[in-house]
C-alpha cells in the first residue's frame, strides 16, 4: 500500500493514525480509562436524562477496554484533535456528515468527550511460520477502528443535532467532498443503514474514494436524553463493519 493511499484514507477516516493499527497491541500511550475490572465497576454510572454533563462527566461515560472484549479503547491525540479543524466540504449540507467524521459532535454542543476504539485482530501464535505472521499483519492493517464521540447539549440540541445529521444523510446521497489543505477525498455515496438504540438513532454506510480504492465505512449516531454518541467507522484495508456492539456498549454506559 502507498504512503499516499495510507495517508489521505487515515485523513478521510477521522484522522486515525496508521501508528493506532500497527501498534496498539504493545501502546505505551496512557489508557483512556482504567481498564480493570473496578474501573468497570466505576464506570457504570449512567447520564442522568435531560441533564446537560461536563467534559468530566462524559469522560465518565466513555467506554474502556473492560466494557468491550477484543478492543482497544485509546484518547484522541491532541494532534488528531488539532488536525480535524481544517477539514471543510464542497456541500454546505453535507457538514453534519463531515464532523461525525473528524471526531466531532454536531450542533453545538455544551461539552464533548472523544475515544478512539480499535477491533484487536488475533495475534499469531508464538511459533506462527514468517508467512503466518505476515498474513496477520495485514488482517491488523483490516481491523476496524471507530471514532466514538459523546456530546452533551442544553435544550434540544440533542435532538437538533440528529435531526441535522439525519438531513445530511437525505440530502448527500450523491455524495460530496473532504477537503483538508490540499488534499481532497471523494464521498462517492451515503446510503441509510440500519441500526436502532436509545431514544432514536440513524445510521449511514459511506462509500470513499482513496486515490481509486473503495472504502466503505459507516457513520451511526444515537440519542439519550440530551446526550449523543456519534461513531464513525473505518479500515485502512477498505472495508469497515458497522460498529454496532461499540455503539451498543456505548449506550449501555448511557444508561
Known amino acids: 500500500m502507498r504512503r499516499t493511499i495510507v495517508r489521505r484514507t487515515a485523513v478521510a477516516a477521522s484522522a486515525v493514525s496508521l501508528a493506532l493499527l500497527v501498534g496498539a497491541c504493545g501502546s505505551s500511550d496512557k489508557p483512556a480509562a482504567d481498564s480493570s475490572s473496578e474501573g468497570k465497576e466505576k464506570g457504570k454510572e449512567n447520564a442522568p436524562a435531560g441533564k446537560v454533563l461536563t467534559k468530566a462527566e462524559l469522560d465518565k461515560l466513555m467506554l474502556v477496554d473492560a466494557d468491550l472484549k477484543g478492543h482497544k479503547v485509546t484518547n484522541a491525540s491532541e494532534a488528531d484533535l488539532a488536525s480535524v479543524k481544517a477539514a471543510t466540504t464542497d456541500k454546505a449540507e453535507c457538514k453534519p456528515l463531515l464532523d461525525a467524521m473528524t471526531l466531532q459532535s454536531g450542533?453545538?454542543?455544551?461539552?464533548?468527550?472523544?475515544?478512539?476504539?480499535?477491533?484487536?485482530?488475533?495475534?499469531?501464535?508464538?511459533?506462527?511460520?514468517?508467512?503466518?505472521?505476515?498474513?496477520?499483519?495485514?488482517?491488523?492493517?483490516?481491523?476496524?477502528?471507530?471514532?466514538?464521540?459523546?456530546?452533551?447539549?442544553?435544550?434540544?440540541?440533542?435532538?437538533?443535532?440528529?435531526?441535522?445529521?439525519?438531513?445530511?444523510?437525505?440530502?448527500?446521497?450523491?455524495?460530496?467532498?473532504?477537503?483538508?489543505?490540499?488534499?481532497?477525498?471523494?464521498?462517492?455515496?451515503?446510503?441509510?443503514?440500519?441500526?436502532?438504540?436509545?431514544?432514536?438513532?440513524?445510521?449511514?454506510?459511506?462509500?470513499?474514494?482513496?486515490?481509486?480504492?473503495?472504502?466503505?465505512?459507516?457513520?451511526?449516531?444515537?440519542?439519550?436524553?440530551?446526550?449523543?454518541?456519534?461513531?464513525?467507522?473505518?479500515?485502512?484495508?477498505?472495508?469497515?463493519?458497522?460498529?454496532?456492539?461499540?455503539?451498543?456498549?456505548?449506550?449501555?454506559?448511557?444508561?
Open 107 to 255: 450542533g453545538k454542543p455544551a461539552a464533548t468527550s472523544v475515544r478512539k476504539i480499535m477491533a484487536m485482530p488475533t495475534k499469531p501464535a508464538e511459533n506462527a511460520s514468517p508467512e503466518e505472521k505476515a498474513k496477520a499483519g495485514l488482517s491488523a492493517l483490516g481491523a476496524t477502528i471507530t471514532s466514538d464521540v459523546l456530546g452533551s447539549y442544553e435544550g434540544k440540541g440533542a435532538q437538533e443535532a440528529l435531526a441535522e445529521l439525519s438531513a445530511a444523510g437525505k440530502a448527500c446521497t450523491g455524495g460530496f467532498t473532504m477537503i483538508v489543505g490540499s488534499d481532497k477525498t471523494k464521498i462517492k455515496k451515503v446510503e441509510p443503514a440500519t441500526f436502532s438504540g436509545g431514544d432514536e438513532a440513524v445510521a449511514f454506510t459511506l462509500t470513499l474514494d482513496a486515490e481509486g480504492a473503495t472504502n466503505a465505512t459507516h457513520v451511526v449516531a444515537s440519542r439519550k436524553g440530551s446526550t449523543l454518541a456519534t461513531l464513525f467507522a473505518m479500515s485502512l484495508a477498505g472495508k469497515a463493519e458497522q460498529p454496532k456492539a461499540v455503539a451498543d456498549a456505548q449506550l449501555g454506559k448511557l444508561g
